[in-house]
């Protein structure tokens, strides 16, 4: 990610949608206030401080941050007020014992200019990539992706969304998450960010659940890369089968069967 440029403007940080947000957990006491996030992005070089304010009414210490040529406000900083947390959600690369709500959130989220629109897949990018450079942050404990009530460990945050930025696929387990359905089909939860659509994978018989879940996890990335689907398609499995993609436009969910319709 480069050119970054330095802007100057009257602003105040974005309120809200909060599936637009990323919080940030650190140790109590431990959130960083403006000078430490200026100290990263100094040595980081990867997105630059532009803009900062402090309204004691509101006891809200915020950040813009601009990075590819995108804003982002980063709040809930020392020495204000912490934000609000989720009270459950999906836990990847963290102990069994974590508990979020041990834990003192800050929040970064898109500019209003980004959100005003409607989000795109390339703004959710930098948001992630954002976030993953703040994982450097000193006493982080945990990111979470609130449109997915997802919680990573920083470091495991931090490689899925490099790989994806790289290249690599698309971080099914971190900017989403796999909800595994009574009926044995898999359910995703927080697609519909990127495409306004969540997967539905139905169960196929014999299969165990974790070919399951790696055939849905291929399925996210060529959904997130292909965008929404409007009519039925139909797609080569992994092992030779056909992957019927249906939509249920009403309900925003793309319904996918195997085998034969």
């Not at 990867?46 to 406000?73: K, R």
């Not at 204000?80 to 459950?88: A, F, W």
């Not at 030779?240 to 249920?248: I, S, V």
Request: proline residues 7%; negative net charge; contains cysteine.
């Amino acid at each position: 990610m480069r050119g970054l440029e330095t802007i100057a403007l009257e602003h105040r940080p974005a309120e809200g949608r909060t599936d637009h947000a990323v919080l940030l957990l650190f140790a109590p006491g431990h959130r960083p206030d403006v000078k430490a996030v200026r100290r990263l992005s100094r040595a980081d070089g990867q997105f630059a401080v532009t803009l900062d304010g402090n309204y004691e009414e509101e006891a809200q210490v915020w950040l813009e941050l601009l990075a590819n040529g995108l804003a982002f406000d980063m709040s809930g900083l020392a020495p204000g007020k912490p934000h609000g947390q989720l009270s459950d959600g999906h836990f990847f690369g963290l102990g069994q014992d974590f508990d979020p709500a041990t834990c003192e959130a800050a929040v970064l989220r898109p500019g209003p200019h980004l959100t005003s629109g409607g989000m795109m897949v390339p703004v959710l990018r930098c948001l992630a990539w954002v976030a993953a450079q703040l994982s450097a942050l000193p006493h982080l404990r945990a990111i979470c992706w609130q449109a997915a009530r997802t919680v990573c460990a920083p470091g495991y945050f931090h490689d899925a969304v490099s790989n994806w930025i790289e290249g690599g696929a698309f971080p099914g387990l971190g900017l989403t998450a796999l909800v595994p359905q009574p009926d044995g089909s898999i359910v995703s939860e927080g697609l519909a960010l990127f495409t306004g659509q969540e997967l539905r994978l139905d169960r196929a018989d014999g299969d165990e659940p974790s070919e399951g879940a790696k055939l849905a996890l291929r399925l996210l990335h060529w959904l997130v890369e292909n965008g929404r689907i409007e009519t039925v398609q139909s797609l080569a499995g992994p092992s030779g089968e056909t992957l019927f993609l249906e939509p249920d436009l009403p309900r925003g969910i793309v319904h996918v069967r195997r085998g034969f319709r």
